[in-house]
C-alpha cells in the first residue's frame, strides 16, 4: 500500500497560537516554524484597502469599536498595527509560500472585495509565478466563489456541512477538520481538499489519514514536528 501523502501545512492566520493572529510576527513565525503556506481572511476597508482581518470589527482582537467597512484604513491603522493583503503577498512571495485568501462575507460591499482581490493578484502575478507559490481564494460564500469560478486562481468552497460539497460550485473544497471524523470527501485529480483548523495531535493526524491536501493550523511548528514524527 502506497504511504499517505503528507499534507501541506499552512498557518492559519499565521503563527497564531504563539502570536497575535494574522499580525506580521505570527507570520514570521510562520515562516520559521517551517509552513508551507499562509492562510489569511480578507476584509475591506471603507477607502478600498484590502486588509488582512477576520472579524466585522476590532472589538475582539483590538479591544476597539471600530467596524472595518465604515472605517478608512488609517483609522484602522491608529488603533492596530493590521496587515494589508500587499504587505502578505510580499512577505509570502519573499519567502516562496503558499498563501490561501479568505474573503469574508456578508458585507456591504458585496464582491468588491473579490474584484480588488483579483486586481491585486493580477499586479503581482508575475512575482507570484516567479517565486513558484500557489494561491487559493476561499470563502463560505457560494455566491463569491462562483463569481470567481473563472478567475484563473484556484478556488476553494469553504463547506460547514458536508452536504454543502453537492453544492459547490469550486474545484477544491475546504471542510472543517470536525468533519472528518465521520466522512472521507471524494476527490479526483482536479479536486484538492483544505481542511481547517487542526491543532491536536488527533486532528493533524486524521488529516494525513484522510490524504488531505492542505491542512490549516494554528501551530505549524506543531504540526510539522507531528507528522515528522509519524
Not at 501541506?8 to 503556506?37: N, T
Amino acid at each position: 500500500m502506497a504511504p499517505k501523502q503528507q499534507p501541506l501545512i499552512y498557518a492559519h492566520r499565521g503563527a497564531s497560537f504563539d502570536h497575535p493572529e494574522m499580525s506580521l510576527e505570527a507570520y514570521q513565525a510562520a515562516v520559521e516554524q517551517g509552513a508551507d503556506g499562509f492562510e489569511t481572511d480578507l476584509r475591506l476597508t471603507k477607502d478600498g484597502v484590502i486588509i488582512c482581518w477576520h472579524d466585522s470589527d476590532m472589538k475582539r482582537v483590538a479591544d476597539c469599536d471600530l467596524v472595518i467597512a465604515d472605517s478608512t484604513y488609517a483609522e484602522i491603522t491608529a488603533a492596530y498595527p493590521v496587515l494589508t493583503l500587499v504587505q502578505l503577498l510580499e512577505l509570502a512571495i519573499a519567502h516562496a509560500k503558499n498563501v490561501a485568501l479568505e474573503t469574508k462575507h456578508p458585507v456591504p460591499t458585496h464582491g468588491a472585495i473579490e474584484r480588488e482581490l483579483l486586481k491585486t493578484l493580477s499586479r503581482y502575478q508575475t512575482q507570484i509565478e516567479s517565486a513558484g507559490i500557489d494561491v487559493s481564494i476561499m470563502s463560505f460564500s457560494w455566491c463569491a466563489i462562483a463569481r470567481l469560478r473563472r478567475s484563473g486562481w484556484n478556488t476553494v468552497y469553504l463547506i460547514p456541512h458536508r452536504w454543502f460539497a453537492y453544492l459547490n460550485p469550486a474545484p477544491s473544497i475546504g471542510p472543517g477538520v470536525y468533519l472528518l471524523t465521520k466522512w472521507s470527501p471524494r476527490k479526483n485529480k482536479d479536486h484538492r481538499l483544505f481542511v481547517w483548523t487542526a491543532n491536536s495531535a488527533e486532528q493533524i493526524l486524521l488529516c494525513k489519514s484522510k490524504g488531505v491536501d492542505v491542512m490549516m493550523t494554528d501551530r505549524p511548528g506543531f504540526a510539522r514536528s507531528i507528522l515528522e514524527s509519524a
